[in-house]
T-cell receptor, first 114, second 107 residues
Framework: DTAVSQTPKYLVTQMGNDKSIKCEQNLGHDTMYWYKQDSKKFLKIMFSYNNKELIINETVPNRFSPKSPDKAHLNLHINSLELGDSAVYFC?????????????FGPGTRLTVT | KNEVEQSPQNLTAQEGEFITINCSYSVGISALHWLQQHPGGGIVSLFMLSSGKKKHGRLIATINIQEKHSSLHITASHPRDSAVYICAVASYGKLTFGQGTILTVHP
């Protein structure tokens, strides 16, 4: 059984479109995250949710809106996609929120904006 | 200057060699993470530590809080250890990543 799953794995779309990436974890963790990995492979945290509540929003443009319908799901919706949004997006979860706990990562979604 | 600096950026080794990757940080932290990113892109958590030393198989992670420094050691390296190793520090509600160390182990 996959612990943290993301769909889709690849997403190719045009500038200006709106798209969503879904994430689900079956580990029973309370905290979920979205990370962005740029073309230089540098990782940066975008959002953190603890029990469906937004904890961290790291100066991400308003075009990015996370949604957590329950603590097992954290989806990422992106409006008006721009070329600079092209990256790999990783979802992760952990049991402990304060120290970011041991991170369990999803397989990543490679977003390409043309 | 980044809050988290890793060295070296690239490391090439022969199978069987002892490998050390270093991570220095400039802020007070609650925990430090070592991650491994496989060539296929998947990311795996190797260690989370806030003091002392942890060991898992051939991997050892140490941290010196006073010196703001951590090391990841790989004993008896193997080609399957080839990956990017990433250090990340948890500090004041943020998680900040190093730029990664690309390790290549040749048979």
């Amino acid at each position: 059984d996959t612990a943290v799953s993301q769909t889709p794995k690849y997403l190719v779309t045009q500038m200006g479109n709106d798209k969503s990436i879904k994430c689900e974890q079956n580990l029973g963790h309370d905290t979920m995250y979205w990370y962005k990995q740029d073309s230089k492979k540098f990782l940066k945290i975008m959002f953190s949710y603890n029990n469906k509540e937004l904890i961290i929003n790291e100066t991400v443009p308003n075009r990015f809106s996370p949604k957590s319908p329950d603590k097992a799901h954290l989806n990422l919706h992106i409006n008006s996609l721009e070329l600079g949004d092209s990256a790999v997006y990783f979802c992760a979860s952990s049991q402990v929120q304060g120290t970011f706990g041991e991170q369990y990562f999803g397989p990543g979604t490679r977003l390409t904006v043309t | 200057k980044n809050e988290v600096e890793q060295s070296p950026q690239n490391l090439t080794a022969q199978e069987g060699e002892f490998i050390t990757i270093n991570c220095s940080y400039s802020v007070g932290i609650s925990a430090l993470h070592w991650l491994q990113q496989h060539p296929g892109g998947g990311i795996v958590s190797l260690f989370m530590l806030s003091s002392g030393k942890k060991k898992h198989g051939r991997l050892i992670a140490t941290i010196n809080i006073q010196e703001k420094h951590s090391s990841l050691h790989i004993t008896a390296s193997h080609p399957r250890d080839s990956a990017v190793y990433i250090c990340a520090v948890a500090s004041y509600g943020k998680l900040t990543f190093g730029q990664g160390t690309i390790l290549t182990v040749h048979p």
